[in-house]
């Protein structure tokens, strides 16, 4: 019998439908750019030029690669999924920054690049200071870049595209949540009906924001960043330029929407809506919030000379402003003490649920590592005991627990590793600390007092900037998916 061992064989990976799909995703980039140039028409701005001029570019390079590429019966490998996903954020990222650069920002690259990845992946962080003073087109691209991230660039590729076969379920589930398959047959048929539930929503949020007290123009701008759990905003001074507690109550209550799985919204549309409370991820998602919000509510009473209502309300939007990985300014809990801006600081490590705009950790994973401990703790107590991991009544296999510990550590192992070469450009710990975070779990503020709520990252240097941005692509991405293809078992069978 033969002993020869069969040595591992290099992979083929097809350029053409990575690049058909790039220019597909980079066309609907083109598109979206006629919104600001039509404000800035509407404004008699001058910029209204540069939107014309960088739509019609993308729109020619994106057509161009789309047709060229173009096999109508071509299928995609799971390699080549890996590989188009990061292909489409940093090619869509690039595209989304000639704007800055060319408006009369003229912005340089790095900036220019950390406000258009800061979009995409509903970050929020920001290097323009004088929002107030921003042409009206430039404050409507970061607010279009958000929300479109926000749905995700691949997802809406799909949905714009339902006849394209190149293993949409992959992308899908990738971009979105592993478990969507479960109740529609057809995966244009999901991102369709998540399409659908995102408009509706952001109708419903530019309304109340209106019926608040906001003008039509900040209440679709605020509406698309709140559901896209974003932070973009078109004033400095963020939720606090409007003084009003109705106007933060529905930042909150949309906010909260934005980060819980959209696909259960899909169940309650077929007539189970209790399916949103009986997921446990929501449920801890929401005893969080409450916790967090009733301990700091407390804290301030205690240090501070306030309202009972007025704890709650500031403490509340702080809280799901953080949670939700939105970012936005309306309240600085850097000034609150120390124990407010330690809970903040956790509160942007766990981030919302799974299958929503949000970044982090999510809820999904430490709900699994908390069962996983109780377990361990149990079979300590009980060596012959027969114990499992559930959620939501279903057992977590072995293979799951195990992915779950392995993102967790990979995740912490990259805070640190953001956080030591951010410190090399002379920032100190706290801020370092809060810039790797902020950018890794894709939340906005950072910590301290140069990089809070209350400041921007314009004045750091052009190579934390970068640093950031790769750290916002990786937490938008699961980290794991910017990293496989650097790796060399990705390369062979």
Not at 25 to 39: D, E, K, Y
Not at 281 to 303: D, G, K, P, Y
């Amino acid at each position: 019998m033969s002993n020869a061992v069969v040595s591992p064989q290099k992979i083929t990976v097809r350029p053409g439908p990575i690049m058909f799909f790039v220019g597909v995703v980079s066309c609907c980039i083109g598109f979206a750019m006629l919104a600001p140039m039509l404000v800035d028409i509407a404004d008699d701005h001058e910029d209204y030029a540069v939107f014309l001029v960088c739509a019609t570019g993308t729109l020619f390079l994106g057509a161009g690669l789309a047709f060229a590429t173009y096999d109508r019966g071509q299928k995609i490998t799971l390699n080549e999924t890996l590989l188009l996903l990061p292909a489409t954020w940093l090619t869509v990222s690039l595209v989304s920054a000639v704007p800055f650069m060319l408006s009369e920002l003229q912005m340089p690259l790095a900036d220019a690049v950390f406000e258009a990845v800061s979009g995409l992946t509903n970050t929020g962080s920001t290097v323009i200071v004088g929002l107030d003073d921003l042409p009206r087109g430039l404050l409507m691209w970061r607010s279009l870049l958000m929300w479109i991230g926000g749905f995700g660039v691949v997802t809406i590729a799909v949905l714009a595209l339902p006849f394209l076969r190149i293993g949409g379920l992959q992308l899908f589930s990738l971009d979105l949540s592993p478990n969507s398959s479960k109740f529609l047959p057809r995966i244009t048929e999901v991102v369709k009906q998540i399409g659908v539930i995102y408009a509706l929503l952001t109708f419903a949020c530019t309304f109340a924001f209106w019926v608040a007290g906001m003008s039509f123009f900040d209440a679709i701008n605020h509406a698309m960043t709140a559901l896209a759990t974003g932070g973009y905003s078109t004033h400095d001074a963020g939720f606090g330029f409007f003084e009003s507690a109705a106007i933060e109550w529905v930042a909150v209550v949309f906010m909260m929407l934005g980060a819980m799985p959209f696909g259960l919204y899909i169940l309650a549309t077929y007539g189970r809506p209790e399916m949103l409370w009986r997921d446990e991820q929501v449920r801890l998602f929401l005893a969080i919030i409450a916790a967090s919000t009733a301990m700091i509510a407390l804290w301030r009473l205690v240090h501070e000379d306030l309202g009972v209502w007025e704890a709650i309300r500031s403490a509340a939007f702080a809280v799901v402003a953080t949670i939700t990985t939105s970012g936005f300014t309306g309240h600085d809990y850097s000034l609150w003490g120390g124990f407010p801006e330690t809970v903040a600081f956790l509160l942007m490590l766990i981030g919302g649920c799974t299958g929503s705009t949000v970044g982090g950790i999510k809820v999904f994973r430490v709900l699994i590592m908390l069962k996983t401990l109780r377990m361990q703790v149990r079979r300590q107590i009980y060596p012959h005991g027969a114990f499992r991991v559930t959620f939501n009544g279903d057992t977590v296999s072995d293979a799951i627990r195990t992915g779950v510990a392995t993102y967790i550590f990979t995740y912490l192992l990259l805070l640190v590793m953001l956080m030591l070469a951010i410190s090399a450009f002379g920032l100190n710990f706290t801020e370092s600390l809060g810039a790797a975070a902020t950018a890794l779990g894709n939340v906005g503020p950072g910590l301290g007092p140069n990089s809070g709520p209350c400041c921007t990252f314009k004045e750091v240097p052009a190579g934390v900037k970068w640093l950031m941005s790769f750290g916002m692509l990786a937490g938008r991405l699961e980290i794991l998916i910017l990293l496989i293809p650097f790796s060399r078992s990705f390369w062979r069978n």
